[in-house]
């Protein structure tokens, strides 16, 4: 084969892996995977309880506040921090990262929704996309990965790029609590659409700042937040675990 046939082969692999990487992030962090995402509002329905969240301008700041100082931010962080470790297969990392993530959770109903969703992501991962061992289980038997980290671990262990796991992990963030929203009767569709359209510089930016980000970069500031998971654990009326 020709110096030329060989670049357009090469190319033609780097094309497809792209492509390949593409779809099982779409698949992965699409409403439909099944890890239960439709279940949590991260306290939103006690802050609209509260009248803290009416309508669009004030559901617009609150997610705002959670990507630039709340949990999404370090959700971020921790994705990133556990996809580079896990790419240069360090193991140990991996699991104290992740016990760090479950133990930065502020409730219970946080932990359960942050925990929940990893572990049953990892689960549908082994079960229909099977990566190279080690798996999960292997290299942290005593720790529930939250969904950030397990993310960050299967796309890693599937040679998907991290910006592209990060931004997509962002968006997929805001498009639950915006359906949440929709079904809390705060906004509509559309609404939901505007709020998207506009938090997606700042959701981009926040995730490009992130690839680089370590431990030392973690931290939050949306006590308002946490204090709604908090409270919503005895919200008498409800249609969300937290």
């Not at 060989?6 to 699409?30: G, P, V, Y």
């Not at 760090?100 to 689960?123: C, N």
């Not at 720790?143 to 299967?154: D, I, L, S, W």
């Not at 990060?166 to 929203?181: E, R, W």
Request: charge should be neutral; hydrophobic fraction near 50%; glycine fraction near 4%.
């Amino acid at each position: 084969m020709s110096d030329r046939g060989q670049r357009e082969k090469q190319d033609r692999a780097q094309r497809d892996a792209a492509r390949l990487a593409h779809a099982r992030l779409k698949i992965w962090l699409a409403p439909s995977f099944p890890v239960g995402s439709f279940a949590y509002s991260h306290g939103l329905e006690k802050a609209v309880e509260r009248g803290w969240i009416k309508n669009r301008a004030t559901l617009e700041a609150w997610l705002h506040d959670l990507i630039a100082h709340g949990a999404l931010s370090n959700d971020l962080i921790i994705l990133a921090v556990i996809w580079r470790a896990a790419h240069e297969q360090r193991w140990t990392d991996v699991a104290s990262t992740a016990a760090l993530a479950a133990a930065l959770q502020p409730s219970a109903e946080r932990y359960l929704e942050a925990t929940q969703q990893g572990a049953s992501f990892i689960d549908q991962i082994n079960a229909a996309w099977p990566h190279a061992k080690p798996l999960w289980a292997e290299i942290a038997p005593d720790t529930v990965p939250t969904h950030a980290a397990a993310v960050g671990f299967a796309t890693a262990r599937h040679n998907i790029g991290l910006a592209d796991t990060l931004d997509a992990y962002a968006n997929a963030f805001i498009g639950t609590l915006t359906s949440a929203a929709i079904r809390l009767s705060i906004i509509g569709q559309t609404d939901a659409q505007r709020i998207a359209a506009a938090c997606l510089p700042a959701l981009l930016a926040k995730a490009a700042a992130a690839e680089t980000a370590t431990l030392d970069d973690l931290g939050s500031a949306t006590w308002a937040s946490d204090l709604a998971s908090l409270q919503h654990e005895t919200q008498q009326t409800r249609l969300f675990r937290s």
